[in-house]
Nanobody, 118 residues
Framework: VQLVESGGGSAQAGGSLRLSCTTS????????IGWFRQAPGKEREFVAS????????YYTDSMKDRFTISRDSAKNTVALQMNSLKPEDAAVYYC????????????WGQGTQVTVSS
């Protein structure tokens, strides 16, 4: 099983970045995919998720008007479009997978760094 994040980098406050999570080694259509982030000195926090069917999406309140999660079953990838970035969005972003409505994420990527300058 592999999840590989890409698309991180630097952006100005108010700018945009698009992260991608490329998956392999499991049946993509059976897994909910989530994005999490962890800033230095802080606990990892939930950002967004999309169900295995792609029908439902969930967001942390502070991000739901700025971030959009989507999945592409043809490419086994999940994207996180981040707009109106703020300095406090700077963190390492991780994607993770859990089987359907499972309670915990079983598989994790290595993370991609996002830096936002004011």
């Amino acid at each position: 099983v592999q999840l590989v994040e890409s698309g991180g980098g630097s952006a100005q406050a108010g700018g945009s970045l698009r992260l991608s999570c490329t998956t392999s080694g499991f049946t993509f259509e059976d897994y909910t995919i989530g994005w999490f982030r962890q800033a230095p000195g802080k606990e990892r926090e939930f950002v967004a998720s999309i169900t295995w069917s792609g029908v439902r999406t969930y967001y942390t309140d502070s991000m739901k008007d700025r971030f959009t999660i989507s999945r592409d079953s043809a490419k086994n990838t999940v994207a996180l479009q981040m707009n109106s970035l703020k300095p406090e969005d700077a963190a390492v972003y991780y994607c993770a997978a859990k089987y359907r409505g499972g309670s915990s994420y079983n598989y994790w990527g290595q993370g991609t760094q996002v830096t936002v300058s004011s």
